[in-house]
């Protein structure tokens, strides 16, 4: 199984938060070729800013896994993890991280700032761009969608 096998199950992550009303970021951590955390946005519908598709997947990881210590497992996500995001991921020592979308107002693996180029104890390798175009029109259409239903 390749990053793009693993994507699109982060897309199916993503398309049950667009399903709940949330902004539609979908993301697994995988381990030896296994799903071991899935994760979707839920900030609205659980009333908690925490509940981010990545620290949702994380959580249910080290729970599955009985630790918090990641480093033998990738991270796919569907948009570029935020400031909170990416300290979770540090802290988890996830090893990889595949994402879809760039995002231009938070990311924090290039867009925004690179949490690599800060002296943290621990750099994930980063792969930006899988099924970006995808990973990015299910963002748009959610948008475009709720411009339109406040006109």
């Known amino acids: ?4 096998y693993f994507m699109r199950e982060a897309l199916a992550e993503a398309r049950a938060a667009d399903a709940e ?21 839920g900030r609205e519908g659980q009333k908690n800013a925490l509940a981010h598709a990545e620290v949702v997947a994380i959580d249910a990881a080290c729970k599955a896994l009985g630790g918090w210590r990641l480093w033998d497992c990738d991270l796919y996500v569907t948009l570029e993890p935020c400031p909170m995001c990416a300290g979770a991921i540090v802290n988890a020592r996830i090893k990889n991280v595949y994402f879809g979308a760039w995002d231009p107002k938070a990311g924090c693996f ?42």
């Open 1 to 4: 199984m390749d990053a793009e």
């Open 21 to 41: 009303g949330e902004v539609p970021v979908g993301a697994v951590v995988v381990r030896n070729g296994e799903i071991v955390g899935r994760g979707h946005n």
């Open 110 to 151: 290039g867009s925004v700032i690179d949490f690599n180029e800060l002296p943290f104890n621990h750099k994930p390798q980063m792969t930006g761009g899988v099924l970006e175009e995808e990973c990015g029109s299910i963002l748009t259409e959610h948008f475009k969608r709720l411009r339109m239903s406040k006109e």
